[in-house]
């Protein structure tokens, strides 16, 4: 994900690198809303095994297409790896993720809640101390003093929370209440893919010369909009309930996405494209992790404080507080963009040579 995105900041330039982050963005929409169809199809069909087998053939079609068409760069010198700062914010992660999973369950006095959340923070106590004593760090901490990429961060990561996380217990309500199989209760939520995958590159041809922020708030906007929108699912509903939230969020995450990457590298100096990159595209990730938690928690809490014998009425309750947190936290990113970003300073082109190379001889000698 981080050498996509670096390779298209280098690759095009002005409108052309808008166009190209609206096609990233309308496939990255498109992929993560659709992945429900596919695996649907594959659990139906294959069983659950193949959606981790049929990585295999795509990502060997993706290193052949690499290799037969990305232009190889100058070498480079390397630096040396950030062992420790990249194990400690591995355990970092991983031990905020479990504890907030394990709290929807056990609750928050649990020693197995305590525990993994106390690891979490001195792990990140841990990798903030190492990324300020290593000369190459994993992590330049400079770069969150920047206000537009610490805004841009925060916001990719609670984008990918409102907007995708959710589909996680959506798809629950539609198999375990509505009944309906893994394939058509993936159909059932296409609807956002499909908008997003539309609205992507419109969107980045439509808007390219307007400010950053407003393209990205107001599609940070419309997703906390449509995911409030999903709290008319009630007892009584179908899956075409979902409709006009998964639409409208759908239209958002095509409108923020594509400007949010493009913006969150051109406020960082260009040698450090790849490490602003690689941070917010871990963000988005962490994003959907923490997402799927801190949601998990919030309905395991609903169900557990709407009980009944027709389990419609209490996944219904639990949907919408789902939707209710998963909103705000869209319309909470929204107001960190309008606040923090700011429209990037053009970069400066590289300077000349100090001697100016011989003319080339007239005629087309050699």
Same mark, same amino acid.
């Given at each position: ?13 002005? &409108?052309?690198? !808008? ?19 596919? =695996? ?8 659950? $095994? ?9 990502? *060997? ?10 232009? %190889? ?21 991983? #031990? ?9 369950? &056990?609750?928050?006095? /649990? ?9 979490? %923070?001195?792990?990140? =106590? ?18 969150? $003093? ?41 159909? #059932? ?10 609205? %992507?590159?419109? =969107?980045?041809?439509?808007?390219? $010369? ?53 913006? *969150?590298? *051109? ?23 923490? !997402? ?15 009980? =009944?014998? /027709? ?17 705000? *936290?869209?319309?909470?990113? #929204? ?22 190379? %011989? ?6 000698? $050699?």
């Amino acid at each position: 994900m981080t050498s996509t995105t670096a390779l298209l900041n280098a690759a095009y330039q002005g &409108r052309d690198r !808008g166009a190209a982050f609206g096609v990233w963005g309308a496939v990255n929409g498109a992929a993560a809303a659709a992945g429900p169809v596919l =695996g649907g199809l594959l659990t139906q069909q294959f069983g659950w $095994r193949s959606i981790f087998l049929v990585n295999l053939p795509i990502a *060997a079609v993706a290193a052949v297409l690499t290799v037969r068409h990305l232009a %190889a760069g100058r070498p480079r010198a390397t630096g040396r790896l950030d062992l420790p700062g990249a194990a400690a914010f591995t355990a970092f992660a991983a #031990a905020l993720t479990y504890g907030l999973i394990e709290s929807g369950e &056990r609750g928050w006095s /649990d020693p197995l809640v305590i525990l993994p959340l106390a690891a979490a %923070a001195l792990a990140a =106590g841990v990798f903030v101390t190492v990324e300020l004593r290593t000369a190459q760090p994993l992590l330049d901490l400079r770069l969150l $003093r920047n206000p537009s990429f610490l805004g841009l961060t925060l916001a990719g990561l609670l984008l990918t929370a409102a907007a995708f996380a959710q589909l996680t217990y959506t798809g629950l309500w539609l198999q375990q209440v509505l009944r309906l199989g893994p394939l058509n209760a993936g159909l #059932a939520v296409c609807a956002l893919a499909a908008a997003a995958f539309v609205t %992507a590159p419109l =969107g980045a041809r439509l808007l390219h $010369r307007a400010a950053p922020r407003l393209p990205i708030a107001l599609g940070l906007t419309l997703i906390g909009g449509g995911t409030l929108l999903l709290t008319v699912v009630s007892a009584g509903s179908g899956w075409t309930a979902l409709l006009p939230g998964l639409l409208t969020v759908g239209v958002g995450v095509g409108l923020a996405t594509p400007p949010m990457m493009s913006t *969150a590298l *051109a406020t960082v100096p260009r040698e450090r494209a790849g490490m602003a990159s690689g941070a917010f595209n871990t963000a988005r990730q962490l994003g959907l992790a923490l !997402g799927i938690a801190v949601l998990g928690t919030v309905f395991q809490n609903s169900l557990r404080h709407h009980p =009944g014998p /027709d389990p419609r009425h209490s996944y219904a309750a639990a949907l919408d507080s789902m939707y209710t947190v998963a909103g705000a *936290a869209a319309l909470l990113a #929204a107001a960190l963009v309008a606040l923090l970003v700011r429209r990037p300073a053009p970069i400066a082109p590289a300077p000349a040579p100090a001697t100016a190379a %011989a003319p080339a001889p007239v005629g087309g000698g $050699r």
